[in-house]
């Protein structure tokens, strides 16, 4: 009796595995509340039980397919138009559905840290936030992952509808172009986030793609040597979790009481700043730094609302004087800080400075230069102040050091693997594209590398040359993190990649920052992208682009050079004199050249040049320059010589 139960009980455990293995499933992509793309045959996946039938249902239009030996199957609904909500139903030996399906353009916004850049914190994002509520757009984000294989689904989503919640944290750059879109025309957009800050091209790019590359395939080669597993690349992802962890939340040092004038530092070494921790004697050391400096103050300071000038801090420092928090800076690398000190807190004689610094990477610390720092009265003149530059007491002990942690997310293909491969062939419209600071320093490769990217995402989804839309870099400048002449470089490949079909470039050389990686006015990249969008996925009639470079001819001592996409007429910005023109001769040495609009063309000269050769415009990391046409767009960097660059040998 005992033994027929237990028959009859195994018996039905096989049978209820059985039956659970072979249950419809389908990937993450797939939810209520997505957009399906118009007007192209749907694909639509899963897996279920093997060799078995597969009946896939949208606004009562059938579809079938045929499950393979391990129960994987792909079926096509019909080309249908924009509409909905519809009921997507896939039934098996199991049935599943998703509500409120909508048809639409589906657009895929991808990149590193600038597409990744969260709306609440644009240029009046906040304002953005609080005032969106479009349920006809769609949101899907997907997580951050990495495998050195290609996987079969992502981590993320659902489909969200766009509101005040979902879209606060979502990608700056794809929301304002999507709206845009909606805007014109006024169908359900799909919006799928699926960005990394930090990345290069590589990792975006498939390993078989990039086997044609042989320096990609030795990268390549060299890694799998290592033997390295998903498991190990999640432990140093975890690692690094820990250390942001400690970055955010680890503060030993308050415990302590070290940012008051009663906390004894006489253990503490000294470091004379402005210095580069790279330069200092923990060259090495990444984490948390606590700086202490005991100021004298004149007695007419006291009481008085003072301004700190810090210069430039690498990477970000939360500052404490006399014990209370004043302030804390974000993550502008090379920008010039400025802290206020309210007069409540100033007292006569000795006053203590306090700064936690954050050093994660790069040379890190306080760098001046030496005459960028300084207290003084607030709204007073440059003369009455007392230098901060000189000795300083810091100690690295106080917190623990961050763990050492490779950037797997920087290796070839394994961000391919994990976000990219596991959401094709999924429907879409076509790709936004905000990528290339981390590849700058190999600009001339990119030359061979982004294309080489877009070709291998167009083939695998197998649905033809989709609009692939990109930015160009707009101007950044930093003495700690660039070379000269890189990102023009990196600007330059992206303008040859236009010689591709169905790509188009978002000029944004006047949305720049100058000294921030991350310019705050994502708005106007997006609108950008948009007009791209409007003209090479939708075949509207506009000015799309600004001017780009066509030909050159010299006439005597003068270069006139001949543009594309002029639209309504060539302008400076302002009205002021042409800016960022250079002309040489063959000595190849560049002067600063005047520079006047002649209908399509503009005609450079300079009175050091007699017989010039080659002219370049805002051929810089963060060059000063004011080429238009009438309609604002801005015109690209661009060179008429092909001399030997700064990247032209960095694999």
């Known amino acids: 009796m005992n033994n027929s139960f237990r028959i009859l009980t195994s018996v039905l455990v096989a049978c209820f595995v059985v039956k659970v293995s072979a249950q419809v499933k389908m990937p993450a992509i797939f939810s209520d509340n997505m957009v399906l793309q118009r007007e192209m045959n749907l694909p639509v996946w899963g897996t279920a039980k093997p060799l078995s039938t597969i009946e896939v249902e949208l606004a009562g239009i059938k579809a079938f397919a ?26 098996g030996d199991s049935e599943i559905s998703f509500s409120n399906v909508m048809i639409g353009d589906v657009w895929l916004a991808s990149g590193q840290s600038n597409m990744n850049f969260a709306l609440n914190g644009a240029t009046n994002g906040k304002n953005d936030v609080a005032i969106t509520n479009f349920p006809d757009i769609r949101l899907f984000y997907v997580e951050n992952e990495l495998s050195v294989k290609p996987k079969t689904d992502v981590s993320g989503g659902p489909w969200k509808k766009c509101d005040s919640l979902s879209v606060k944290n979502f990608s700056a750059v794809a929301y ?48 799998y040597k290592r033997n390295i597993t998903n498991d190990s690349i999640m432990a140093h992802v975890k690692e690094d979790e820990k250390n942001w962890d400690l970055a955010a939340n680890s503060f030993e040092g308050l415990k302590k ?17 402005p210095l580069a921790i790279t330069d200092s004697e923990i060259d090495s050391y990444d984490g948390i730094i606590w700086f202490r400096k005991l100021i004298e103050l004149p007695a007419n300071f006291k009481g008085k609302d003072l301004q700190i000038k810090m210069g430039k801090i690498d990477l970000a420092g939360t500052f404490y004087f006399n014990g209370v928090k004043i302030d804390e800076t974000s993550w502008n690398y090379d920008e010039y800080r400025t802290l206020t000190v309210p007069g ?23 760098l001046g230069p030496a005459d960028s720092m300084f207290i003084k009265l607030d709204h007073q003149q440059e003369n009455a102040q007392v230098s901060l530059a000189g000795e300083w007491k810091y100690n690295d002990k106080i917190e623990p050091a961050f763990a050492k942690v490779e950037n797997f997310n920087r290796v070839p293909g394994l961000i391919f693997n994990a976000k990219i491969a596991p959401i094709i062939p999924y429907g879409i419209k076509g790709v936004i594209w905000y990528q290339g600071e981390g ?89 950008r992208l948009a007009l791209q969008a409007l003209k090479i996925a939708y075949n509207k009639d506009i000015v799309y682009a600004g001017p780009v470079y066509k030909s050159m001819q010299t006439e005597g001592n003068v270069i006139r050079i001949s543009l594309t996409n002029t639209g309504s007429g060539l302008i400076s910005k302002n009205s002021e004199a042409l800016k960022g023109f250079e002309i040489a001769g063959e000595d190849r040495k560049f002067y600063t050249a005047q520079a006047k609009i002649e209908g399509n063309s503009v005609i450079v000269f300079a009175a050091e040049v007699s017989n010039p050769v080659a002219v370049r415009y805002a051929w ?32």
């Open 66 to 91: 045929y499950t393979t030996e391990d129960g994987k199957w792909l079926a096509y609904l019909p080309p249908m138009k924009a509409g909905g909500p519809y009921k997507l139903v896939v039934s």
């Open 439 to 527: 590849n700058a320093g190999r600009a001339y490769q990119y030359r061979t590398l982004f294309p080489l990217m877009i070709q291998d995402w167009r083939t695998r989804w197998k649905q033809g040359y989709f609009p692939f839309l990109f930015v160009q870099l707009p101007g950044y400048s930093s003495e700690q993190y660039q070379n000269e002449y890189e990102w023009a470089e990196l600007r330059e490949a992206q303008l040859l990649t236009l010689s591709h079909p169905n790509t188009g470039m978002a000029v944004t050389i006047d949305l720049d920052e100058k000294d921030n990686l991350h310019p705050r006015n994502k708005a106007d990249v997006g609108k």
């Open 620 to 651: 810089a990391n963060a060059p000063v320059c004011n080429l238009f046409n009438k309609e604002g767009l801005p015109a690209s960097p661009f060179r008429t010589d092909s001399w030997k660059g700064v990247t032209d040998d960095k694999n």
């Open 176 to 223: 304002y172009f999507g709206l845009e879109i909606y805007k014109n025309q006024k169908v359900p957009i799909g919006l799928i986030q699926d960005s990394w800050s930090g990345t290069s091209c590589e990792a975006w790019t498939s390993h078989d793609m990039l086997n044609t590359m042989p320096v990609m395939k030795q990268r390549i080669s060299d890694f």
């Open 344 to 366: 409540k807190y100033v007292k006569k004689g000795q006053n203590l400075l306090v700064i936690r610094l954050l050093d994660s990477w790069g040379k890190g610390g306080l």
């Open 257 to 273: 009481n070290v940012q008051t004038k009663s906390y004894s530092d006489s253990d503490w070494k000294t470091m004379k700043v």
